[in-house]
């Protein structure tokens, strides 16, 4: 019975020496394969891809070369990825997603999705304001000639604080404004401004200068009647003061 004992102590023993050669063996093997890969020329920076922004051609440019500058050359592997995303944000912070990944064997790929004005709020001071209603940092004076503005919209001191616009009168302009992105004959003509001060009774302009009485419900329905009404080779929009939308067919006021 000892000798039993003694004999499967010992093949125990050897079990254990036997896992942990393997464990070693397979450790090593991990290490010289990691080596391998951040030393190979085959896994070294070689090209930076943009993707999903909306910079222009000049700036893609300047941030691939900038990343470039800084890591081609090096391994793939030892990128901090996390690290080049901040080091972005930080050059971007109205950037409202910035991942960095890698491509391989030799490419860096960098998506960099840049918050995009839609309207500027017309408070104490113009605020661009992107689809969520977060505040842009910097409003640039060629936004306004082809985003709309906003009036209604009070911009108080908790929301420059949080960076962003809470108000109910701006969801209900931007929910207005992706609507009619949607009616494509309407959109073409281009939205010069949105008055939200009665949310009962909304009004926007066209660029044209055509005042549209849209009401504060059922924008889907008004604003396919206003297309309709548009369409008619009869109306000439530069005789139309304004057109109200808020009945079941639409009543055009002459000028």
């Known amino acids: 019975m000892k000798k039993q004992k003694k004999l499967k102590k010992e093949d125990l023993t050897k079990s254990a020496v036997n896992i942990l050669i393997v464990a070693v063996f397979l450790a090593s093997l991990f290490f010289l394969f990691k080596a391998y890969l951040y030393r190979a020329d085959y896994f070294r920076l070689k090209t930076v891809e943009i993707r999903d922004t909306f910079l222009d ?22 990128l901090n990825l996390k690290g080049i995303a901040g080091a972005l944000q930080n050059s971007y912070p109205d950037a409202k997603d910035i991942v960095a990944r890698i491509a391989l064997p030799d490419k860096l790929v960098v998506s960099l999705k840049l918050r995009k004005a839609v309207c500027i709020v017309k408070s104490d001071r113009p605020y661009a304001v992107d689809q969520d209603g977060v505040i ?44 009619i992105k949607d ?14 001060r009665d949310p009962g009774n909304i009004v926007f302009y066209l660029k044209n200068g055509v005042e549209v009485r849209i009401g504060g419900e059922h924008f889907k329905e008004r ?33």
């Open 57 to 78: 051609q000049k700036s893609i440019m300047v941030v691939r070369s900038r990343l470039l500058n800084t890591y081609k050359g090096k391994s793939v592997f030892g």
């Open 136 to 179: 842009l940092p910097a409003l640039d004076p060629a936004i306004s000639a082809w985003v709309p503005m906003v009036e209604g919209v009070s911009v108080r001191p908790v929301d420059r604080k949080a960076g962003a616009i809470s108000s109910p009168a701006l969801k209900t302009a931007i929910g207005l404004l992706r609507n």
């Open 183 to 196: 009616v494509k004959i309407v959109a073409d003509y281009g939205i010069d401004n949105i008055d939200v």
């Open 223 to 255: 604003l396919a009647l206003l297309a309709k009404t548009v369409k008619d080779p009869r109306l000439a929009l530069d005789r139309i003061k304004y057109i109200d939308l808020r009945f079941d067919d639409a009543v055009i006021g002459p000028r």
